[in-house]
């Protein structure tokens, strides 16, 4: 026992239950256990650190490096350092070396929720939902990591499923007594960006209730009540948050928006209401039976002959009234228009009683606009106005310069787009502006996805960051294009489109600011822009049909309003604009259709002028095909919401001139004049009643009447002229020509010149040639020795000058004549032209034969150059202006027209035998014997073409007075040029 006891253990032996002390084991319990310490004291010097600022985050991360390196299994220390890596030194990429090291010395779900959190910062938001999914695997029933992997999801872009997660997280954070708002603001996100805006508007109310300090929530409810057009509940969020900052540019341009909003927009209720369907009327289909076809412009049975009317349907009186004064003669057409008026009518019309109609309508204001408007106004309202119906009342006014002054501001504060990149709400970092998918360490807290699938430019910005640039500009565009001040809206959406050039809002809105000054040409240019980056941009489409229509391009019109409706088939404007366009392409059916479907889709809140408007419209169509149930209802429904009685008989003495009841449209017509004398159009409907009577004076009494009443109408003086050419009044029709001239040029002038050089130039010009100075340098009647060419040379340089270049360039509308768009309507629906004629050279034309008639050739020849440059190779023009230099003297530039009348008609003798004339004055005997020969034999009992070459030659002045000058006989009268056309194989009359 002695020698057992006394041997050494070399050895550390362990046996169960029993403890053998070992120096070694000792010394090494005791390095772990200083480590350990040593790895305690890192880390709370780490964290005692202000890790603010990169120099103390970066020895925070040194400290914690020392402790794991003191204590590597600790995961406390692995979490510190890889969290102080990923959020303080803004390294997540590095941190996710440590956070593996983390979950494999400790898989549990906190740790794979770090992970999954670092992941995010990195947007590789797959692996990240996966480690939230293990770590829910684990604790399914955990609040916070359901509302975490619904933020992934939410930045993912998978809507649906991240407001499913919201939705199963809420009960449990509320049983863990955790905060809600932040849950429920992201469900009502989610359901925002799907389009669920009423449970948007649940949620977000709901998290406004529990976090009312928070802006986050305030941008994003009021961008919602701004979207719903609930100004009054949008504006006092967005002031608050604007006040508190005062640096965001997103929040001063949202309170703008919404002041420019309450300015130019209706408010709107919520719901939708119930749609107010119309009177049942039934369209009915346009009947196969044939009507009277309207009587085309020049036709013999419309127009009269210049030899004079046979009067037809005269009064008693009619004899004597050539013997009666002026006054006399007006007041004796009053008491017959009187005595007209009154007679009953004996169709289905009601007999009213006039005088307390036309006392109702100064008192009660009938719905009939302006007087004397463009028929087309429905279209100039919408172009005119951008889209926007208001009143620049004194409160309108007010929001529409304060929004401006915060535009401005606003300005002055944005940001360019790398500025704003990490930029968030100042007072509450716990938000975070995102766009999907895109790596940031958005965790928790009010998550916004930007995503321009929910706004456009001129909705409210939730944050700076969602500002696009030139947005700014085209806001503060849409102030100035309110306000009127074009110039400064059209700058500012050109430099939208400069900074934005893929947008189609601000090539539209340049085309909005063209049609705002009738520049409808620019306006299609700049649409048809838009629509070339987006083809389905609805405002493009309407704005294009509606310009495209007020240039009278209808077929190509009504494309792009059929485009329109595809778009938005519940918009009752493009269903009217749809049928105001059928109806001008005479495709009444559709047109009746189409203006039904726009009543079925008006709102409860529509004034009462659109729905007459629409009414009346369809009672127009219903005339046309013989609907005459539709005609008598729309014709009362338009009575019930206050069309003006002036109207409907102006439509049923139309209807009734139309079908050939002219003594029963005349009755209409009367009552239309006396119940509206301020209107020129039923003036004017009636005159064109008086022209097919032949009632001559009463039909210039009723042209004079509406000259008053549209002293700028060059049209009316045109057909004023016309009416005093038939009647072979040459002095006073070359006055009215003149007038109309004079007139043509000035609109020109001051739609584009704007200076006065130009048109007094042309107007010098069209009343004196300056072939006159080469007639005096002439030699008698042989045309001097000047050569052919420089006769047509030097006469085309000083006739048609400055003036041909004006009708060369723009758009083609310069320095033309076309009926007046407000007297159009009536002569359309009588004659069924599809479109205005272009009256131009029919005016010069004429102008010159009148001014040959009292024998002022150079005047003449001056207005016939106008006309043969405007219709070249037009037979009647050349014919007349060869007449006219001959009777000047100018024979040499009358010898090629002659020809060119020839080459079109062979078989005019008058131009062969002012052609053997020429030949004359040019000394070549032979060839004007020829011609001679010919105008005789084809008249041979004509005694002018009889006379002897001889008698010719000695009589030569006389000939050229009594034969060669234009003058009012039927050689000189064509009524429409229109049916001359060059190509024309025929004889024209002498």
């Known amino acids: 026992l002695t020698n057992d006891m006394s041997r050494k253990f070399t050895e550390h032996h362990v046996r169960p239950g029993v403890f053998y002390f070992s120096p070694k084991a000792h010394n090494e319990r005791h390095e772990v256990k200083l480590r350990r310490e040593e790895a305690q004291n890192y880390y709370k010097q780490a964290k005692a650190l202000d890790t603010g600022t990169p120099e103390a985050a970066e020895q925070a991360e040194h400290l914690l490096s020392l402790a794991v390196a003191a204590w590597p299994q600790n995961a406390k220390f692995l979490l510190a350092l890889a969290n102080c890596i990923c959020f303080k030194r803004k390294d997540p990429e590095r941190a996710l070396y440590w956070y593996d090291h983390l979950v494999d010395a400790a898989d549990c779900p906190a740790h794979r929720i770090a992970r999954a959190h670092a992941l995010a910062c990195l947007a590789w938001l797959d692996n990240a939902l996966s480690d939230i999914q293990s770590a829910l695997a684990g604790e399914p029933e955990n609040g916070v990591y359901l509302q975490l992997r619904g933020i992934v999801q939410e930045r993912m872009g998978d809507f649906y499923e991240a407001a499913m997660d919201f939705t199963a997280a809420l009960p449990l954070l509320k049983a863990s007594g955790c905060a ?366 509606l310009c495209l229509y007020l240039q009278g391009r209808n077929a190509e019109s009504i494309a792009q309003l059929d485009l329109a409706l595809a778009m938005q088939p519940r918009s009752s404007e493009v269903m009217e604009a749809r049928g105001r366009v059928l109806q001008e392409l005479d495709r009444h059916t559709e047109a009746l259709m189409s203006l039904q479907d726009a009543l079925w889709h008006l709102s409860p809140e529509e004034s009462s002028d659109r729905i007459v408007r629409l009414h009346f419209s369809m009672a127009q169509s219903a005339i046309i095909t013989h609907s005459s149930e539709m005609l008598r209802t729309s014709l009362s429904q338009a009575k019930l919401h206050g069309q003006d009685p002036a109207s409907v008989y102006g439509l049923r003495g139309l209807l009734a001139h139309r079908e050939g009841r002219l003594h029963h449209a005349r009755v209409c017509l009367s009552r239309a004049v006396f119940l509206a004398p301020e209107e020129a159009r039923f003036l004017f409907d009636r005159s064109q009643l008086m022209l097919d009577l032949q009632e001559w004076e009463a039909c210039l009494d009723d042209l004079r009447g509406a000259m008053e009443l549209l002293p700028d109408c060059a049209s009316l003086y045109y057909t004023c002229a016309m009416i005093l050419y038939a009647k072979g009044n040459m002095l006073q029709a070359q006055e009215n020509f003149e007038k109309a001239v004079e007139m043509v040029l000035a609109q020109e002038q001051k739609r584009k010149l704007g200076g006065a050089r130009l048109v007094n130039a042309t107007l010098a010009l069209a009343s004196n040639s300056h072939l006159s100075q080469m007639a005096r340098s002439s030699q008698g009647g042989t045309g001097g020795t000047e050569s052919k060419e420089r006769w047509m040379r030097m006469g085309q340089a000083a006739s048609l000058g400055d003036l041909k270049k004006v009708m060369a360039s723009g758009d083609g509308a310069e320095c033309t004549l076309r009926p007046d768009p407000r007297l159009w309507e009536g002569t359309k629906f009588i004659t069924g032209a599809a479109s205005p004629p272009d009256l131009t050279a029919s005016l010069w034309y004429h102008l010159g034969c009148a001014r040959a008639s009292t024998h002022s050739y150079e005047g003449a020849a001056a207005a016939l150059e106008q006309a043969h440059a405007y219709l070249p190779g037009h037979p009647a023009i050349m014919h007349e202006l060869a007449k006219a230099y001959l009777a000047m003297g100018c024979v040499e530039a009358a010898e090629p027209l002659l020809t060119g009348v020839l080459s079109i008609q062979p078989g005019n003798a008058w131009a062969l035998f002012r052609r053997a004339l020429c030949h004359m004055a040019a000394k070549d005997y032979d060839r004007a014997a020829d011609d001679l020969s010919s105008a005789k034999a084809m008249l041979p009992d004509e005694p002018v073409l009889a006379v002897d070459v001889k008698l010719i030659r000695a009589k030569w002045s006389e000939m050229v007075r009594q034969h060669l000058g234009p003058g009012p006989g039927s050689e000189a009268f064509v009524w429409d040029l229109a049916q001359w056309p060059p190509a024309l194989q025929k004889s024209l009359p002498r």
Not at 324 to 340: L, N, T, V, Y
Not at 364 to 375: F, H, I, L, Q
């Open 180 to 545: 809600l708002s932040e849950c429920i603001f992201n469900r009502g996100y989610c359901h925002r960006l799907m389009g669920n805006h009423a449970e948007a508007l649940r949620d977000l109310e709901d998290a406004q209730h529990k976090a009312p300090a928070s802006n986050a929530i305030k941008m994003t409810l009021a961008s919602m009540y701004m979207a719903k057009k609930r100004y009054d509940d949008a504006l006092p969020l967005f002031q608050a948050v604007a006040a508190s900052q005062r640096s965001s540019a997103a929040a001063i341009n949202n309170v703008a928006l919404v002041y420019y909003m309450k300015a130019t927009k209706e408010d709107d209720v919520d719901a939708l209401a119930a749609r107010r369907p119309p009177p049942a009327l039934k369209v009915a289909d346009k009947p196969a039976t044939s009507k009277a076809q309207p009587q085309q412009q020049g036709s013999k049975s419309t127009h009269p002959s210049p030899e004079g009317p046979a009067p037809t349907q005269q009064g008693p009186d009619h004899a004597d009234r050539s013997k009666m004064s002026e006054e006399q003669r007006r007041q004796a057409r009053k008491e017959e228009d009187a005595a007209i008026m009154n007679e009953a009518l004996s169709d289905d019309d009601e007999d009213d009683n006039l005088d307390m109609l036309k006392a109702r309508s100064m008192t009660v204001g009938y719905k009939k606009g302006t007087a004397n408007e463009d028929p087309k106004q429905w279209a100039l309202s919408v172009v005119n106005s951008g889209a926007s119906h208001f009143s620049l009342d004194p409160a309108h006014l007010g929001w529409l310069r304060t929004s401006l002054e915060l535009f401005n501001k606003a300005m002055a504060l944005y940001l360019n787009d790398a500025e704003r990149t990490f930029a968030c709400l100042p007072s509450n970092q716990d938000t975070h502006a995102i766009h999907e998918e895109e790596a940031a360490d958005a965790w928790s807290g009010y998550l916004l996805i930007l995503t321009n699938q929910v706004r456009v430019p001129g909705s409210a910005a939730i944050h700076d960051r969602e500002l696009e640039d030139g947005e700014l500009h085209y806001n503060r565009g849409l102030a100035y294009l309110a306000l009127g001040m074009l110039l400064e809206a059209e700058e500012d959406f050109a430099e939208a489109l400069r900074t934005a050039p893929s947008h189609a809002h601000y090539p539209h809105y340049r085309a909005v600011v063209h049609g705002r000054k009738g520049e409808f040409k620019e306006a299609v240019k700049w649409n048809l822009s838009a629509l070339a980056l987006n083809p389905h941009y609805f405002p493009a489409l309407y704005h294009l049909g």
